[in-house]
């Protein structure tokens, strides 16, 4: 007999027991988690774009740790204060750095970062372009000789022996 | 005692790839056809003794021998035996051994099916991969020997991830795997064809084959990697522009640019150089994933345990294959020889804009992952460069991709005109127009970005029925390269309306629920009745009960687990997913709330079309599939020529 | 032809960047703040009978703030070697108990008013500081985080060097070692004493 394992058992069926007559005597309709859906809807825009910085790679949104639990909470704050979006990200940046942000800020430190891919295309648009010319002119070269062109070259195959 | 055979048979496979690496190509050098002829009996003895090697780490897995350092890190006697089998490449030893046993495996293949191959070209491509596999198989022995034992062995071992523990990890890294070692093989070929001088149309026919297979491996393992995170890590995300995502989902891009370039090297010989270098390309951006996951310089939630160690190493070895390579590139390539006729608008030049706005969107999402490293390593700070940004530059530059799937199948081969064109593609525009302005004024939520992403979806796939009827009508015997591509092509469109889909009209609810409570989402309700306390082999779970309820009538019962492993601390969420055609339904219990009656903290999600995120890229592989399985790539050399 | 060297150069910048990449640690962030004045507070300090204390207090001296707490084992590390500054140096070290009282500590079921916290984190550190040593001129006690967060604070321990006008003039993440006391503390004090 597997004692450990039936106390188990009954601990377990002891329990939803209990949660079965709590569940009779009051079934509603779920709360939110959060207690004011506006400022959470906000919360969960700004945080998406912000960085745990106790994790590995995870956005504040997301992350279950402790000093993420914090940050959402201090953000929750700047949100009641009303603050802008811009605000709470400087905010944040202030004490944590650029590190902080999920989309880097615009400005020369990651203009490569931003415009570089688009950059990138226009070469490979105006590249695209040259290389097409450049087939259409080889092929110009490789044209049939047109009925003047070729009694031209017998006239000179038939008169001179030159190579 | 086994143990050491396996270490010594893993020695003995190091020697028999340098002599794989040096003999054949030298032979091509020298003229020498009976070193040439060595290609294949070495690679076949490599492989023989990775296999041995491999085997005997997982019979140390399956056995328990805690005296293998690796095995005692990474399993336990509690653990199941299919994640025992998996645990061999759940960690980074045993997983550059999978990838050594790949690539080795890839080889043989090569070897056996290359009949119609000549034997100077056979030797070469052999003996790249003799390079490639040599340099792996030493980074092994030197920095990471699966088979350093542990004295005194340990009475048990660490466990393997809790995360890992689940048939994801059983099937996910070995296609990941079989993809960047894949392209391998096209990588061989343009370099054999770089050696030898002749980059004509040939080597194009030849890893044409190769390429597909090796992408159709690629894109199952990248959307099993997917689906794993959606239903493992417990908040409905599958993509997270991760680094380690990013580094899989690099090759793949170059991969699917080059099936498209080898097409005009292979019909038309052009774009020789072209597909020379996106080949060298493909299977460096394998290299450089590998490094970027092992070597520590980036952060992700994926990455292996890094040593710096280990990263100089790799990134020795990566310099010197690809650096060598693009040397080699830069010296014979400009020596091909320029395609035929090719017109400004025509499927070549379309076929060739897929290429450059392919390699521009691998260009920026190159650019984002080590971005953060540029700006360290220039001491300008630290910045992090997570999806916002990947979203807005990535989405812009894949649209116009996918656009052309439509006229670049429609155009024809080197000249094509405008005016045909759009009269050709005229019901695939209107079908478009016309579903966008719907899903914009008739669909509750419709956003623009939803409307343009049915749109473009509804173009590909009226443009590709309706090129399949037109073909219909026309004689002669449709190619299976034919059904594969527009399969491929349908796929691709399944997952554009999935990923659309469920962003523009995914819901989420992050509720407190105690026993009774219930949810309402759309017509379903969930309703919690109770959470319980279950025990598992190696872990302990907190296991909710939810009634889930469809237009008041019973759909189904969920169970939502918090699990607590005894290995380590980490709580992990099990979802409960109701998964089905056109929506899911994802359940997921989070922590106990305090307060006067016992409440959970719980999220659920309602998904529509996520699926077709899985589906989309099962149509995609199917499409490649049919595209190999054309009768032309098995005829002899003979029987192509006439 | 010099375009067919392109790939090849693009690539060997990327292999430049990767290699000095390896040098880095990416987990490392600098903080902001050096060059920046320190976040005023006033918190609850160890000694009841004392009013609240802040960086305000400590204007005219260098001085050094130590982020720890009882449960950062990391700490423990760090301790006896601040324990050995004290006594030497004329640097007073300010401890910024952080988050003491954690979630697990409360039972569930019930919530610990802010009176109670604090007492609790009061009896907890007096009980460490006594049996580890205690190298701190006056330890406060930061029990929700907010000044912390007001700090950067992301990992325990963490040490800032203030200077006499309040500037914060360095931080640290992560343990401090006796050579970074000598390479970099010793040589910055002595130099913000001189001015």
Same mark, same amino acid.
């Given at each position: ?48 774009? /912000? ?8 956005? /504040? ?15 929750? /704050? ?41 950059? /990138? ?43 | ?25 030298? &032979? ?29 780490l997982t019979h140390g897995a399956v056995t328990d021998d805690f005296s293998i350092k690796y095995i005692a890190g990474h399993s336990n006697s509690l653990l199941p035996l299919p994640f025992k089998v998996a645990a ?39 003996? $790249? ?13 030197? =920095? ?5 034992? #542990? ?67 690629? =894109? ?15 908040? &409905? ?20 640019? #080059? ?133 807005? $530059? ?6 116009? *991709? ?5 006229? &670049? ?20 525009? #209107? ?37 399949? *009827? ?23 469109? *399944? ?50 009960? *939810? ?96 | ?195």
């Amino acid at each position: 007999m597997n004692f450990p394992g039936i106390k188990r058992l009954m601990q377990g069926g002891f329990f939803m027991l209990a949660a079965a007559a709590v569940a009779t005597a009051q079934s509603k309709e779920a709360e939110p988690s959060a207690k004011e859906p506006l400022i959470e809807q906000r919360l969960i825009h700004i945080s998406e774009e /912000l960085r745990c910085l106790v994790c590995q790679n995870e956005s /504040l949104a997301s992350s279950r740790a402790e000093l993420a639990n914090d940050l959402r909470e201090e953000v929750r /704050l700047l949100i009641r204060q009303d603050k802008s979006d811009d605000a709470i990200k400087a905010y944040l940046v202030e004490r944590y750095g650029d590190f902080v942000l999920y989309r880097p800020e615009v400005k020369p430190l990651t203009w490569l970062l931003w415009f570089g891919p688009f950059a /990138l295309l226009l070469c490979g648009v105006v590249g695209m372009a040259l290389y097409v010319r450049q087939r259409q002119a080889v092929q110009k070269l490789a044209q049939p000789l047109s009925e003047k062109e070729r009694d031209q070259v017998r006239a000179l195959l038939k008169n001179g022996e030159s190579p | 005692m086994i143990v050491e055979i396996g270490h010594f048979a893993l020695i003995l496979a190091t020697c028999v790839a340098l002599l794989q690496a040096v003999l054949p190509l030298a &032979g091509t050098m020298l003229d020498r056809p009976r070193w040439q002829a060595l290609a294949k009996p070495t690679a076949l003895l490599q492989f023989a003794l990775i296999v041995l090697a491999y085997a005997v780490l997982t019979h140390g897995a399956v056995t328990d021998d805690f005296s293998i350092k690796y095995i005692a890190g990474h399993s336990n006697s509690l653990l199941p035996l299919p994640f025992k089998v998996a645990a061999v490449w759940g960690g980074h030893e045993g997983s550059l051994l999978l990838w050594v046993l790949m690539l080795s495996g890839w080889t043989v293949a090569v070897a056996l099916f290359s009949k119609t191959l000549p034997l100077a070209m056979v030797a070469r491509v052999i003996g $790249v991969l003799g390079w490639v596999s040599a340099g792996f198989l030493t980074f092994t022995l030197i =920095t990471s020997s699966p088979f350093e034992r #542990l004295i005194p062995a340990p009475a048990d071992g660490r466990d393997l991830n809790p995360l890992l523990q689940d048939p994801g990890l059983i099937i996910h890294p070995p296609m990941l795997y079989m993809g960047y070692v894949g392209f391998s093989v096209a990588f061989a070929f343009a370099i054999a064809a770089l050696l030898s001088g002749r980059m004509d149309a040939a080597w194009a026919r030849w890893s044409r084959p190769w390429t597909i297979v090796a992408w159709m491996f690629m =894109t199952t393992g990248i959307a099993l990697g997917s689906w794993w995170a959606y239903y493992e890590l417990g908040w &409905g995300g599958w993509w997270f522009w991760d680094p380690v995502e990013n580094a899989s989902l690099l090759p793949w891009l170059f991969g699917t640019a #080059l099936i498209h370039a080898l097409m005009v090297t292979d019909k038309r010989g052009g774009f020789k150089a072209w597909s020379i270098l996106l080949a060298i390309g493909a299977f460096s951006l394998s290299l450089l994933g590998t490094f970027l996951v092992r070597s520590g310089v980036l952060t992700s939630v994926h990455s292996f345990a890094s040593d710096p160690k280990r990263g100089v190493f790799i990134l020795i070895f990566l310099a010197l294959v690809v650096g060598i390579s693009l040397t080699l590139f830069a010296w014979r390539a400009p020596k091909a020889t320029l395609g035929g006729k090719m017109g400004l608008v025509s499927r070549e030049s379309m076929l060739l804009a897929n290429s450059v706005l392919l390699v521009v969107a691998t260009a920026a999402v190159l650019l984002g992952t080590v971005y953060p490293l540029i700006v360290d390593a220039l001491n300008l700070g630290k910045l992090s460069v997570g999806a916002p940004y990947f979203n807005a $530059v990535f989405v812009p530059l894949m649209v116009p *991709v996918v656009f052309l799937m439509v006229p &670049g199948g429609v155009a024809h081969w080197r000249e094509a005109r405008w005016a045909e064109l759009a009269h050709a593609m005229r019901w695939p525009a #209107l079908a478009a127009v016309l579903v966008g302005l719907g899903v914009l004024f008739f669909s509750g939520r419709g956003t623009w970005l939803t409307a343009m992403g049915m749109a473009l979806a509804t173009w590909v796939v009226a443009g590709l029925l309706h090129q399949i *009827v037109m073909r219909m009508q026309k004689p002669g015997r449709i190619a299976p390269s034919f059904w594969g591509m527009h399969l491929a092509h349908l796929g691709i469109a *399944v997952v554009v309306v999935g990923i659309t889909l469920v962003k523009g009209y995914e819901v989420e609810r992050d509720v407190r629920m105690g026993v009774g409570d219930t949810v309402q989402i759309e017509n379903y309700s969930f309703e919690l009745m109770g959470v319980s306390e279950v025990n598992g082999p190696n872990y302990k779970a907190l296991r909710g009960e *939810v009634l889930v309820n469809k237009d008041e009538k019973l759909l189904e019962v969920l169970y939502p687990e918090k699990r607590r492993y005894f290995s380590s601390n980490m709580p992990m969420t099990e979802a409960a997913i109701d998964s089905g055609f056109f929506r899911d339904l994802y359940v997921s219990l989070g922590e106990p709330i305090e307060g006067e009656r016992p409440q959970w903290s719980v999220r659920v999600y309602y998904k529509p079309f996520v699926s077709w995120l899985w589906y989309g890229s099962i149509l995609m592989v199917l499409g490649g599939l049919l595209a190999v399985s054309d009768r032309r790539y098995r005829k002899s050399p003979a029987a192509l020529a006439a | 032809m010099k375009k067919f060297l392109i790939p090849l150069g693009l690539f060997l910048v990327l292999v430049g960047f990767l290699a000095v990449g390896l040098t880095r640690n990416p987990q490392e962030i600098p903080s902001p703040l050096v060059g920046k004045p320190a976040p005023a507070f006033a918190l609850a300090t160890l000694d009841r009978s004392a009013p609240p204390f802040g960086p305000q207090d400590m204007r005219g001296q260098v001085w050094m703030l130590n982020v720890w707490a009882t449960w950062c084992v990391a700490c423990r590390e760090e301790h006896p070697l601040l324990v050995a500054f004290s006594k030497v140096n004329q640097l007073p070290i300010v401890g910024l108990s952080y988050k003491e009282i954690q979630s697990q500590d409360m039972p569930s079921g019930s919530k610990l008013s802010p009176e109670d916290k604090l007492q609790r984190a009061r009896e907890r550190s007096a009980q460490w500081l006594q049996r580890y040593g205690n190298p701190y001129a006056a330890t406060v006690f930061d029990l929700d985080g907010r000044v912390g967060i007001d700090y950067g604070v992301y990992g325990v321990p963490e040490t800032y060097v203030i200077d006499q006008k309040g500037v914060i003039r360095y931080k640290r993440v992560g343990v401090i070692t006796q050579e970074l006391l000598d390479a970099q503390i010793l040589p910055l004090v002595k130099k913000l004493n001189a001015l």
